[in-house]
């Protein structure tokens, strides 16, 4: 997708360095939307902490950076030990999100077979190649979502949709999950706004504002709130959102507040879209109940960041370290509130029937 007219990934390899110095540059999305810059990640640690920081975030793109993060570790050395150091490392950065240790658990099935000599480069390659399969993945997503919109479109003359949090192109390479099909419906000429609810705490929905604005796709941010309220009224033609681990019977762990909108979706008619790729499903995990929830610190309610009027970083504090919080990250959605899971295959119910209907592979426990 474009900043500022400028084809742009969310994380690329390095490309100024002598070729036996490797690194890979990303979008710092703590700095988004109040300003856009890159950052260089140079070691395992870096990346480790990039993606605990969220100055990476969404599940694709954790995956992603978890796969270099792997390369940058092995490029002095490239024994056991350190493939293994490496892995456990970013695996226990962030639990929720399986893509990142299905990214990981392919590049140690890749790498260990393989002699000392040969796995640096490797790894930068299968690192690469992950990226790139996101990002045609991330396309198809949009072409099979645009599939079941432009109906909704036609029937309507518009579409209202809603999204939570941030399942764009910064939450992956290029195009995103859930505003993948955004992005194909609005580039299709389809007359669509979108409301975007803010996500609090972490406000994941003004990096989708900031998204949405970058490409001129029409949109709102409203409060968490709101959203009940608005879908009440039928003010929304279809919510999609995107997924952080899909379970073999489609529940779906997604960023906090997301059960909410699905409830309110329900109540009110209005389909209810989840927007995935395959390294998002966890056939190994039976139902939404065994999907780790990550806590995260009650520093992200206390203090509220941005920036002051003259445009600086800013914090204010809303309530004293005493003050007790508690700040899960996900919630699950139950199978029966999903209208569809939207994959780079196709379209399928949330089932394990649906599921396995779009990966007939996953039934003999395949990897794929
Ligand atoms: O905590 P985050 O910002 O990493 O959570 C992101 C989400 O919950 C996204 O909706 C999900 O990862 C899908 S991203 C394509």
């Keep these: ?49 990039a993606i605990r920081s969220m100055q990476v975030r969404g599940a694709p793109l954790i995956g992603v950076t978890a796969a270099y993060g792997v390369a940058l570790s092995l490029v002095r050395h490239a024994d056991d030990a350190t493939l293994a150091q490496a892995i456990a490392t970013l695996g226990a950065t962030r639990p929720t999100a399986v893509n990142l240790h299905w990214a990981l658990a392919r590049m140690q099935a890749t790498l260990s077979p393989l002699p000392e000599a040969a796995r640096a480069a490797a790894a930068w390659q299968e690192a690469a ?21 432009r109906p909704l479109a036609e029937m ?22 859930a505003l993948s099909p955004i992005y194909a419906a ?8 979108v409301w975007v609810s803010e996500t609090r705490p972490r406000n994941q929905g003004l990096l989708t504002a900031w998204e949405l604005a970058q490409h001129g796709v029409p949109h709102t941010v409203i409060a968490d709130n709101a959203a009940g309220l608005l879908l009440a009224r039928g003010e929304v033609d279809a919510v999609i959102v995107g997924a952080d681990r899909i379970a073999a019977n489609g529940d779906v762990a997604n960023k906090v507040g997301t059960y909410l909108k699905a409830l309110a979706a329900q109540a009110a008619d209005v389909p209810f879209y989840v927007a995935a790729p395959r390294s998002t499903i966890d056939f190994a995990c039976a139902s939404g109940a065994a999907i780790p929830i990550e806590e995260r610190a009650g520093d992200e309610l206390r203090v509220v960041h941005g920036c002051n009027e ?13 003050e007790a919080v508690g ?9 029966r509130y999903v209208s569809a899971i939207i994959s780079e295959r196709g379209s399928a119910a949330a089932s394990s029937e649906g ?8 039934r003999h426990g395949r990897a794929d």
Excluded: K
């Design 1 to 49: 997708m474009n900043v500022n007219n400028i084809p742009t990934r969310t994380i690329r390899p390095a490309s100024d360095l002598a070729a036996d110095a490797r690194a890979v540059d990303i979008i710092d999305q703590t700095a988004l939307p109040h300003a856009f810059r890159w950052l260089r990640l140079s070691s395992l640690a870096e990346a480790a902490h």
């Design 129 to 149: 190649a992950i990226a790139e399969e996101d990002v045609a993945q991330c396309r198809a997503i949009g072409a099979h979502g645009l599939a079941l919109l």
């Design 156 to 177: 309507r003359g518009r579409l209202n949709l809603m999204t939570h949090c941030n399942a764009g192109w910064l939450a992956t390479v290029d195009h995103g999950t």
């Design 186 to 193: 609005f580039d299709a000429g389809i007359d669509v706004h």
């Design 310 to 322: 003259g445009g600086q970083p800013a914090s204010v504090r809303q309530l004293p370290a005493s």
């Design 327 to 335: 700040n899960p990250a996900f919630d699950v959605t139950p199978a």
């Design 355 to 362: 599921l396995l209907a779009l990966y007939p592979e996953a």
